[in-house]
């Protein structure tokens, strides 16, 4: 343990003294809208069904609608402008969850576009996404490429 | 009867706000009081009142309703999902026709709860029966239980849901009192509707309460539940059947 930890804590000074930036791998997710998330991207990143999880019950059994750890509020921010989603082959949950092959059924029954006054706006058909989805996901494992 | 810390403290503040003012003027109604993240309790149980002297051939509720919550027609009544219906009742006799919207009762003692194998069917501590979808696994023994035919089985594919109410095949799902328009202080669609554009048939409020309107309209005319010999106590009651 002790030498995992000062080999990886050796790695990082030499990259960084390097002055080599080390690519994060998996896909490049593109965040849209604002800078900054409701917790640490590194939290986020390990934690966010965690979060919605504990948010989900929160709010069905006990009526907590606190905007902060909500579906709605991960919509609202992070859906592609342009097809008003975050499926899609760009979208946010969609594009990782493709190249980690987890599937996410939370857009079965919520919108995935985001809350506009009160009325969602209109979102680019989801069945045709769910297509691209699957044939996303089929290609990305016979060819071997990241999605 | 336990109370919990929240409780006890809300009742408090309710006595404060009582007796701050004469009878019937409180600064706080009870109703709208809550903060986002702040639970429900069991110190409000939420009630409809239909005036069916009032209600007429209209169908308001039932569009409102269905407009709020993205609950879409297929064209296939016998399938489609149904939050809301307006129910026709003839005197045989006397031919005198009245109708009346039907929705989930929200029984104080709900046999879809009972039935529900995986708790998906449940009753929030303010008296609105919801069905948890995340766990319903589609099964419609609660369909089956139900006294009103009040939930429906998302039989297809759903698009366009509305951001507040989540729908999908595979579950079951019906009236939720408009739950949340309530969370936020506000009455159900249906409501709404009803008073802006219908006769003025209905009146949402706090049974608990007794300053609300629809205990003062309760307590004043006779009031009937449907099928009160299943002692549900629903939390939707009737004057004029």
Known sequence: MLVTALLTTALTFAAETSGVKSSRIGPTVKTYKGDKCVEDTEYMRRNHMKVILHQRDETMHKGIRTQKHSLKNCVDCHADPKTNSVLGKDGFCESCHVYTSVSIDCFSCHSAAPEKNGQPRKAADPAGLKEKMHTSAVMGTVNGKQP | MSLNRREFIGIGGAALAGMALAPGLRLVELAGARSPEEAVTSLQRWGLLVDIGKCHDCDACVTACHEENGVTSHGRPATDP????????????????????????????????????????????????????????????????????????????????????????????????????????????????????????????????????????????????????????????????
Not at chain 2, 83 to 100: A, E, N, P, S
Not at chain 2, 136 to 145: L, P, S
Request: some cysteine; charged content about 25%; hydrophobic content about 30%.
């Open chain 2, 82 to 241: 149904q939050w809301i219906r307006k129910v026709t009742l003839k005197d045989r006799q006397t031919g005198y026709v009245t109708t009346l919207p039907v929705m989930c009762q929200h029984c104080e003692e709900p046999p879809c709860v009972d039935v529900c194998p995986t708790g998906a069917s449940f009753k929030r501590v303010d008296g609105i029966v919801l069905v948890d979808k995340h766990i319903c696994i589609g099964c419609r023994y609660c369909m089956m239980a139900c006294p009103y035919k009040a939930r429906s089985f998302v039989h297809e594919d759903t698009t366009n849901q509305k951001a507040h109410a989540p729908r999908g095949k595979g579950t079951v799902e019906s009236c939720t009192l408009c739950v949340h328009r309530v969370d936020a202080g506000r009455i159900p669609a249906c409501v709404e509707a009803c008073t802006k554009d219908g006769n003025k048939a209905m009146v949402f409020g706090d049974l608990k309460n007794p300053n609300s309107e629809i205990n003062k309209r309760l307590a004043s005319a006779p009031t009937t539940q449907l099928r009160p010999d299943l002692n549900l106590n629903t939390g939707v009651r009737y004057r004029g059947i």
